[in-house]
C-alpha cells in the first residue's frame, strides 16, 4: 500500500521514485557498509566509484559518515552533535542574534539527509559550528553580554 501510495503521489508531481537515482546508490551504499561497518573505507574513498557506481559518494550525509569512518566515526560524529546542540542552546539564551546561524544550521542538516553536506570536508559548516562554540566560551567567561 506505502508503494502505490508514493508512487502515485510522485507521478503526481512528476518526480521519479528513485530521487534522481539515489536510491540505488544508496542501496549499493548500504552494501558496501555492511563489508566494512566497524572502521569504513577512509575518508574521501572512491569505493563507490570502483565498485561501478558513477558517484563518488552516497549523497547521503548519514551515509557518508558511516561508508568512510565506520559506526566509530558516526558515534563521534553524533556525539559532536549533541554537544554542538547543547552549546547552541546556551548561545541562544545570551545572544538572540545567533537564531539565523541556527537556522542555517539546521537547513545543513535537512540537506545532510539527500546530499553528503555533513562530511568533514565541507569546511564552512565546521567552521560554523566553532564560532558558535567560541560565543559560547565567550559567554560562559562574561566577555559577551
Avoid at 521514485?17 to 539515489?22: D, E, F, P, Q, S
Wanted: one cysteine or more.
Amino acid at each position: 500500500m506505502k508503494d502505490y501510495l508514493f508512487l502515485h503521489i510522485s507521478s503526481a508531481f512528476g518526480k521519479a521514485t528513485t530521487l534522481t537515482g539515489r536510491t540505488q546508490i544508496w542501496d549499493s551504499s548500504f552494501n558496501l557498509i555492511l563489508k566494512k561497518p566497524i572502521l569504513g573505507y577512509g575518508l574521501d574513498t572512491t569505493v563507490l566509484l570502483d565498485k561501478g557506481i558513477l558517484e563518488n559518494d552516497p549523497h547521503n550525509g548519514i551515509l557518508y559518515i558511516i561508508l568512510t569512518q565506520g559506526f566509530i566515526g558516526f558515534i563521534f560524529t553524533v556525539y559532536l552533535f549533541i554537544k554542538t546542540l547543547g552549546t547552541i542552546n546556551q548561545v541562544m539564551k545570551n545572544i538572540p542574534q545567533i537564531y539565523p546561524m541556527v537556522a542555517f544550521i539546521f537547513c545543513w542538516f535537512c540537506r545532510g539527509l539527500v546530499e553528503s553536506s555533513l562530511s568533514y570536508t565541507h569546511f564552512g559548516f565546521w567552521i560554523l559550528l566553532v564560532v558558535i562554540r567560541e560565543l559560547y566560551l565567550e559567554t560562559k567567561m562574561g566577555d559577551i553580554k
